[in-house]
C-alpha cells in the first residue's frame, strides 16, 4: 500500500470516526448533564450535612454513614429491598422465560401470536403508579378483587395487605406483572435468532423436545438471560412508586424499601446527607450485585 492509500484511509477512518463522534454525542451530553454529575454531587452531598436549602454545607465525614445503623428497622429496609429484587428477579425471569417459548409456537386453534404478544406487553405500558393503585385495590381485605375470588372457590379472605412476608409477595408479585412484557420481548428476539437448523438436527438424532430445549434452547439463549436478569435487578433495587402504593411499607415499616427512605430523608426530614449517604450505599449494592451477576452469567456463556 503506497502513501498516498494511507493517507486515504486515515483521512476516511477520522471521518468515520467524528461522524460516529458526532451521533452519540447529544447522549454523550445527556449522560453527563442527568447522570453523572447528580452521581457526583450526591457522593459529595453524603459528606456533608446540607439540609437541602442552605447555602453552607459543612462536611463532617463519615457521619452520614455512621449514623445509617440507627436508622429505625435498618436491618428490616435492607432484607425488605434484598428479597423483593431477588424475588422480583426469579420470578420474572422464569414466567417470561416460559411465556416466550410458549409464545414461540405455532399451532392451528390458537389466538394470533401478535395478540397474545400484545396482552403479555401491555402492563409495561403502565405507569408505576397505575400498577401500584391497581394492585393495592385488588388486594383489598374487604372488596379486593383476589379475595373475592378466592371466597368464591370456598376458601377464607387473606389479609395481603396487613401480614409479615405475605405483603412482601404480595409486592413482588404485581412488580412482576409489570415488568414481564420487557423480558418476553427480549426472550422472544433472542428464541427468533436460534436457527431452526439446529432443531432438525436433534429430531433426526431422536432428540425430544425437553432434550432440545435443555441443550439447544437454554444455552443460546444465554446472552438474553443474561441481559434480562441484569436489568429486571437493577429494575429492582430502584423501585419506588409501585412497592409503596401497594403497601404503603405495611404491615409496620416492615415492607419500606432504600428507596422509599432516600426519598423519606430528603423531603421529609430534609436530612439530605444521611439521604445521600444511603444512596450511594444502594448504588453500591447494585453495582456489586450487578457484576456479580454479570460474571457469574458470562462465565455460563463462555462454557456452553
Known amino acids: 500500500m503506497n502513501k498516498k492509500e494511507t493517507r486515504h484511509r486515515?483521512?476516511?477512518?477520522?471521518?468515520?470516526?467524528?461522524?460516529?463522534?458526532l451521533f452519540i454525542l447529544p447522549s454523550l451530553i445527556m449522560t453527563a448533564v442527568f447522570v453523572v454529575y447528580p452521581a457526583f454531587n450526591v457522593v459529595y452531598y453524603s459528606f456533608t450535612d446540607w439540609n437541602g436549602v442552605a447555602a453552607v454545607k459543612n462536611f463532617v465525614g463519615l457521619e452520614n454513614y455512621r449514623r445509617l445503623a440507627t436508622i429505625d428497622g435498618f436491618g428490616t429496609m435492607m432484607l425488605a429491598t434484598l428479597g423483593f429484587a431477588v424475588g422480583m428477579t426469579i420470578l420474572t425471569i422464569v414466567i417470561a422465560f416460559a411465556a416466550a417459548l410458549a409464545l414461540d409456537?405455532?399451532?392451528?386453534?390458537?389466538?394470533?401470536?401478535?395478540?397474545?404478544r400484545s396482552c403479555w406487553f401491555f402492563p409495561t405500558l403502565l405507569s408505576g403508579v397505575v400498577v401500584g393503585v391497581l394492585w393495592h385495590v385488588m388486594y383489598e381485605y374487604n372488596n379486593g378483587l383476589i379475595n373475592k375470588i378466592i371466597m368464591s372457590a370456598g376458601g377464607q379472605k387473606v389479609n395481603w395487605l396487613e401480614t409479615v412476608g405475605l405483603t412482601n409477595i404480595a409486592i413482588i408479585i404485581g412488580a412482576t406483572w409489570a415488568r414481564l412484557g420487557i423480558c418476553v420481548v427480549i426472550f422472544m428476539a433472542g428464541l427468533q435468532a436460534i436457527p431452526v437448523e439446529l432443531y432438525e438436527a436433534a429430531a433426526i438424532d431422536g432428540a425430544t423436545t425437553r432434550q432440545a430445549r435443555r441443550s439447544i434452547t437454554v444455552p443460546l439463549m444465554a446472552p438474553s438471560i443474561t441481559i434480562n436478569m441484569l436489568t429486571t435487578?437493577?429494575?429492582?433495587y430502584k423501585s419506588y412508586e409501585l412497592p409503596y402504593l401497594i403497601s404503603q411499607g405495611r404491615p409496620g415499616k416492615t415492607t419500606l424499601l432504600i428507596s422509599q427512605r432516600i426519598t423519606f430523608y430528603a423531603f421529609?426530614?430534609?436530612d439530605y446527607g444521611r439521604s445521600s449517604a444511603l444512596a450511594v450505599v444502594l448504588i453500591a449494592i447494585i453495582t456489586i450485585f450487578s457484576l456479580i451477576q454479570l460474571l457469574v452469567m458470562r462465565r455460563r456463556e463462555d462454557n456452553t
Not at 486515515?10 to 468515520?16: G, H, L, M, P, V
Not at 409456537?105 to 397474545?116: E, I, Q, S, T, Y
Not at 435487578?233 to 429492582?236: C, G, K, L, P, R
Open 268 to 270: 421529609d426530614t430534609t
Open 233 to 236: 435487578s437493577i429494575a429492582a
Open 10 to 21: 486515515s483521512k476516511r477512518e477520522i471521518e468515520q470516526f467524528t461522524t460516529g463522534l
Open 105 to 116: 409456537k405455532k399451532g392451528k386453534g390458537r389466538l394470533p401470536r401478535g395478540v397474545l
